[in-house]
Structure formats: structure tokens, C-alpha cells
């Protein structure tokens, strides 16, 4: 880990006992922290307490779909901050009581000084390029060639490639100072030495990727190895991404996360709709832990269908109109290019176009809290920015129902329990309410 410059680090110390003794942190002490943790919350420099909740960096934050299911259906407590490049998400996160930092991920440093105690990732980098609703520039095999190499360097550059794999390049012993201030060792472990390449280097390995989108997915693998190798006491992290990642890409993940003795891996492809939810939405989770255990393989059974009428309260045999008036198929009596469906079971995928669908019995608009309850929000939920910017941020977000489900395991607690009870005063207890009550409830 790089070591603190001697005035940081004393303003560490005097802050250190300032908190140990009850008592705030002197204004230019906090002053001094805030400029070298900057973006990272000042307090990240100094050591957890005994009982502090784990620190936990978000990227791709969003406006809070993990964030909300680690706090409102799993009740854990983490000190956490997101970081996303949407205004209007971060604003939106920020209303709902969530940290952000507004910028693009790929220009910070994963082994910035205030990370040395981040426990956890959590990322979720976008999925339009692999996505069916995309143009699936993802799936073309140059991109993912290109993607795989710029993946594979990973654990050369953190320093975390076996001395087998490495004997031509750098002979039989390890001949590199563990103790290397610079963090260049070869950690004293068995491992080649770290490469010298940046991490922008890194990144710039796949930039000939004919989306920079794609070039995203490089940093499920950068953030948690370069906190490793700067010495944080990472020890899972969790990734969600579309259910049409190539199966080359989650490989070459794995390898990476194994070279670096993280000795659990595993991933799943799972349906919103099959856990209660009142909308489809498949997606692919990942799971990398540094220590096996068996509470971070347990997972959560399929759970009661809940249909978008019963969600919204609206009366049977509602149907809902997604793309306007469309020609009539004089063989099926239906409009042409599938443009409806029943509200009788989960809705379609929400997409940013969610915002023009309506209901047919009398052209009532989806509204942002209605698409929000669709994905496990609560109706009051301070989505931020105009009706597109809210509609794009309720399909892009990750469910809070399925960011409790993955994380149930790595976070401990009842998990299954505890997401039932939530679908539950979702929507259960929207049968009992009308829209004027909702300022009571929440």
C-alpha cells in the first residue's frame, strides 16, 4: 500500500484519537483528510473501529438498486459510496440517502490511499453492448479477443502470475524484495513480479474495442486485484451484467480471480420475474470470494410469481400498450410487431422506452414510480431528472430484490426471509393503499 505523505499521516493520527475519544475532528485536521482521500470520503483514510461496518465501493452505481437492497430488504449496514457518470442517477441515489461521486470510473486510481480499507466491489458495468436491445457489438469475437488480452494482463500488472507460469522471463527464484515499498514485490509468495504498467496502460489495451462500452467489463477485473495487490483487505466482490455475456469473458474473469488465490468464483444467469418480481429482467451475477464459505454459495429458491397487475393494483385483464397504434394483422386480430401484453403476469423488460407505455383501457401512462415499483423500488422512491432520464434509470438499475438475493450469502443474515418479507409491504401492501397514502407510508 502506498504510504501516507507526513502530513496526511498526522492528520490521520490526531484524527484517529479524536475519534477514539468521542470527539469531532478538529475543522483543519478534516481539512487536510478531504484533500488527500478527494473523491473518497475524508473519513476512508483512517482505520475502522471495532464494530464499523464494512467499507464497500460501488461502481456503476447508478441510482441505487444495490445500494438499496444491502440497506432496505437485508438491513445490513455498510459504509459504502458509489461512484456512477450519470448526473441525474447520482442525484437520484444522493435524494435516497446514498454517497456518490459523479465521474467516470475509468480516471480514478483503484489504488488511491483512501481505499486501503475497502472490504468489497460491487460493479455493474452497462450491458447495451451485449444486450438483445442492443446492437450485441459484445458478442463480435475481435471485441472479445481484444477484451480477453486486456483482461489477461490484469495479473501481471497487480503482480499476481505465478512464478511457474513465468520461469523463462524471470528464472527459477523470485529475486524481487517483498518488502518493496513501492508495491513492485513479488508479495513474498510465489508470484512474478508486478509488471511496472499503469492501469491506465491496462485499460488502454482495449481501446480498440469498436464500443468503449465494452472496454467497461475490464474493470470488474482491475478494481478488486489492484486493491489486493495495494494491500486492502478485500474479500469479495460482485458483478451483474447482461445474461448475454459471452461465456469467453466470464472464463477469463475467473482465471484471473484464481491466479490471484481468490478461491471462490461462480456465476448464474437468474430471472427477476422467477423471485417476485413483477417484471422480467435476466441478467447474469457474479460472485468472487478471496475465502471459501459456505454461506456464500447458499442461494435463495424461486419465489411466488408476482404479475404487474397485482404490483400496480390495477383490475384484471388489464393490457398494456408499448409502442403506440400499430397496423392490425387481419390473421390474428393483434397489431403487428408485438407492440401489447397482459398485465396478468410480469411485465416485459422495462427499457428506457417504458416510458410510453400505456395502459389500453384508457391510455393511463406508466409513471417513474410505477416503473420503479416494477423493479423493486418502493413507490416513493426519488428518482431524479426528466420522465426519460427516470424511465432510462429504472431499466438500467440493478433490482434491490436481486442485489439482496446475490449478496444474501456474502453479507450473512436471513436472507430468503428477509426478501420475502420486503416483496411482501411492496406489494401486498400496495393492495391496501391509494396514491394519496403513500406520503403516510414512506
Request: aromatic share 8%; hydrophobic share 40%.
Amino acid at each position: 500500500m502506498r504510504t501516507l505523505p507526513p502530513a496526511v499521516a498526522t492528520a490521520v493520527h490526531v484524527a484517529t484519537l479524536a475519534r477514539k475519544a468521542g470527539r469531532p475532528i478538529p475543522p483543519k485536521v478534516y481539512a487536510v483528510l478531504e484533500a488527500a482521500a478527494n473523491p473518497w470520503p475524508a473519513e476512508w483514510l483512517l482505520a475502522p473501529l471495532p464494530g464499523d461496518p464494512i467499507r464497500v465501493v460501488e461502481l456503476f452505481a447508478g441510482p441505487g438498486g444495490w445500494s438499496e437492497g444491502i440497506a432496505a430488504v437485508l438491513g445490513v449496514a455498510v459504509d459504502s459510496c458509489g461512484v456512477d457518470i450519470s448526473p441525474d442517477a447520482c442525484a437520484t441515489a444522493r435524494k435516497a440517502g446514498h454517497r456518490r461521486i459523479c465521474a467516470d470510473i475509468t480516471t480514478l486510481d483503484p489504488e488511491h490511499i483512501a481505499l486501503r480499507y475497502t472490504v468489497a466491489v460491487i460493479i455493474s458495468p452497462p450491458c447495451p453492448t451485449f444486450s438483445p436491445g442492443g446492437k450485441l457489438s459484445g458478442l463480435e469475437e475481435g471485441n472479445i479477443q481484444i477484451l480477453g488480452d486486456a483482461i489477461a494482463y490484469v495479473g501481471e500488472t497487480a503482480g499476481f502470475i505465478p512464478m511457474d507460469w513465468h520461469h523463462a522471463d524471470y528464472g527459477d527464484e523470485c529475486e524481487c524484495d517483498p518488502d518493496d515499498p513501492d508495491g513492485k514485490g513479488c508479495h513474498g509468495d510465489g508470484f512474478a513480479p508486478r509488471s511496472g504498467a499503469t492501469w491506465d496502460e491496462v485499460r488502454e489495451m482495449a481501446a480498440d474495442v469498436s464500443d468503449p462500452r465494452i472496454a467497461l467489463m475490464l474493470e470488474v477485473a482491475i478494481w478488486p486485484i489492484a486493491l489486493q495487490a495495494a494491500g486492502a483487505p478485500i474479500r469479495w466482490m460482485a458483478m451483474e451484467q447482461s445474461s448475454n455475456l459471452p461465456e469467453e469473458i466470464i472464463s477469463d474473469l475467473t482465471i484471473e480471480f484464481q491466479s490471484a488465490e481468490w478461491f471462490y468464483t461462480s456465476h448464474d444467469i437468474m430471472e427477476a420475474a422467477d423471485y417476485g418480481l413483477p417484471s422480467r429482467r435476466k441478467r447474469v451475477y457474479m460472485i468472487a470470494a478471496r475465502n471459501y464459505s459456505s454461506t456464500v454459495v447458499r442461494r435463495i429458491r424461486p419465489l411466488p410469481a408476482t404479475t404487474m397487475a397485482q404490483a400496480l393494483n390495477w383490475a384484471p385483464g388489464e393490457r398494456v400498450n408499448t409502442r403506440g397504434n400499430r397496423p392490425i394483422n387481419p390473421k390474428t386480430g393483434r397489431a403487428k410487431g408485438g407492440n401489447a401484453f397482459s398485465a396478468d403476469g410480469p411485465s416485459w423488460c422495462l427499457t428506457g422506452k417504458a416510458r410510453t407505455w400505456k395502459r389500453e383501457s384508457d391510455d393511463l401512462r406508466l409513471t417513474a414510480a410505477e416503473a420503479g415499483l416494477l423493479v423493486g423500488f418502493r413507490r416513493s422512491y426519488p428518482w431524479q431528472g426528466s420522465r426519460t432520464s427516470a424511465f432510462q434509470q429504472a431499466a438500467d438499475v440493478v433490482s434491490p430484490v436481486m442485489a439482496a438475493i446475490v449478496l444474501s450469502g456474502v453479507l450473512g443474515g436471513l436472507g430468503e426471509a428477509l426478501v420475502r418479507d420486503y416483496l411482501a409491504q411492496l406489494y401486498d401492501m400496495d393492495d391496501m393503499l391509494s396514491p394519496d397514502d403513500y406520503d403516510l407510508v414512506s
